[in-house]
T-cell receptor, first 117, second 115 residues
Framework: ETGVTQTPRHLVMGMTNKKSLKCEQHLGHNAMYWYKQSAKKPLELMFV???????ENNSVPSRFSPECPNSSHLFLHLHTLQPEDSALYLCASSQETSGGLSTDTQYFGPGTRLTVL | AQKVTQAQTEISVVEKEDVTLDCVYETRDTTYYLFWYKQPPSGELVFLIR??????QNEISGRYSWNFQKSTSSFNFTITASQVVDSAVYFC????????????FGDGTTLTVKP
């Protein structure tokens, strides 16, 4: 496998379900990201992990819980979501220098299309 | 604060026409990076180009070319002799050097190329 992979590609869940999205990068990068892309809205950065540590949380509701066990894997745990959370969730990775300097290109996975009923 | 504006929401052209997608950005940083991504119907964002703020040289890659002008804070993207496979949503993005991971994306321009 190459690049950034995401599973599942499609997910339908009820508001009381608990599910997890998985992202894996095969590029040797040290930073990973979760984005949300809703219809007719710009791409929204949700979480950033640099060197496995969360460095950014853009006021995301607690029903979204990220987990980064190592530099190659990133999870997004979902719990009691709302219908307005239905969107395309994109994972990305990049190679960042130490000290938090952003220099490199983010490479994206194919996304998980989430529908909350 | 950084901001990216793609004023063209949708563009429709006929195959073989040239088309330019506009991107205007705002940043207070002197060192920053600009990107263009393509998002086909499959959903994955495909990286097209990255440009550093200190390099204003324009770039051409096959039918794609980019015009970076710091004086007007613009980073426009031109597709020459468009093809149906170019139909996609195109995003311009900005990343500041000292703002690790916080890329700001424009709203995207939906390009439709008709046969």
């Amino acid at each position: 496998e190459t690049g950034v992979t995401q599973t599942p590609r499609h997910l339908v869940m009820g508001m009381t379900n608990k599910k997890s999205l998985k992202c894996e990068q095969h590029l040797g990068h040290n930073a990973m990201y979760w984005y949300k892309q809703s219809a007719k809205k710009p791409l929204e950065l949700m979480f950033v992990y640099n060197f496995k540590e969360q460095t950014e949380n853009n006021s995301v509701p607690s029903r979204f819980s990220p987990e980064c066990p190592n530099s190659s894997h990133l999870f997004l745990h979902l719990h009691t979501l709302q219908p307005e959370d239905s969107a395309l969730y994109l994972c990305a990775s990049s190679q960042e220098t130490s000290g938090g300097l952003s220099t490199d290109t983010q490479y994206f996975g194919p996304g998980t299309r989430l529908t909350v009923l | 604060a950084q901001k990216v504006t793609q004023a063209q929401t949708e563009i429709s052209v006929v195959e073989k026409e040239d088309v330019t997608l506009d991107c205007v950005y705002e940043t207070r940083d002197t060192t920053y990076y600009l990107f263009w991504y393509k998002q086909p119907p499959s959903g994955e964002l495909v990286f097209l180009i990255r440009r550093n703020s200190f390099d204003e040289q324009n770039e051409i890659s096959g039918r794609y070319s980019w015009n970076f002008q710091k004086s007007t804070s613009s980073f426009n993207f031109t597709i020459t002799a468009s093809q149906v496979v170019d139909s996609a949503v195109y995003f311009c993005a900005l990343s500041e050097k000292n703002n690790a991971g916080k890329s700001t994306f424009g709203d995207g321009t939906t390009l439709t190329v008709k046969p």
